[in-house]
């Protein structure tokens, strides 16, 4: 397995894409980073029972590693497994450049986008207001507090970017011919 220096888009489900490495910093679980896994391999990590809940996703505990949690499609949901396609693909295009700080770090991702490993971001508090990282103004769905969360060592991050509009970003980016 290897780390790109460059993340290749996930939606060519090119197998390479699948190695994108956060800084080849090690995961706690210790496998790979951007690793593929099978929704059964996910539903044997979590916890069954969800600790929070979303319009389209619940998030588990991951039994044996608490600095990590696991985003699920909710059962019943009539959508695609989308949200958590975008924050992987979103992830795997910032993990190489200053805005890998400020989104929640995503480690293995399912082979039906079911299920999504991120970094476990706890709530904060409004003391917390002050340590929230500027967003991109494509990220969407700012709700109050509820999308940033603090890791481990205290750094505030955005733990919910599934709802994005990139459009305008990708349109204003330099230009080239091949």
Known sequence: MRAPSVCPAIFAFDPD??????????MSLQMPLGQLMSDAEFERLIDPNPFAMGTS???HNVIADRLVVVKKIKDGYGGPNFPNYIEWF????????DLADVFGRC?????????????RLDDIS??????TPLLPDWVKDIKGLTVFGK????????????????????????????
């Open 90 to 97: 979103i992830w795997s295009s910032v993990s190489e450049t």
């Open 107 to 119: 480690f293995a991702i399912s082979t039906t986008g079911r299920y999504l490993m991120m970094e």
């Open 17 to 26: 894409a699948l190695y994108c490495s956060p800084r080849n910093e090690p």
């Open 151 to 178: 890791n481990q060592q205290g750094v505030v991050k955005v733990r919910d970017y599934a709802l994005v509009k990139i459009g305008d970003a990708l349109a204003q980016a330099p230009r080239r011919r091949p």
């Open 126 to 131: 409004t003391a917390d207001v002050p340590l």
């Open 57 to 59: 996703r619940q998030t």
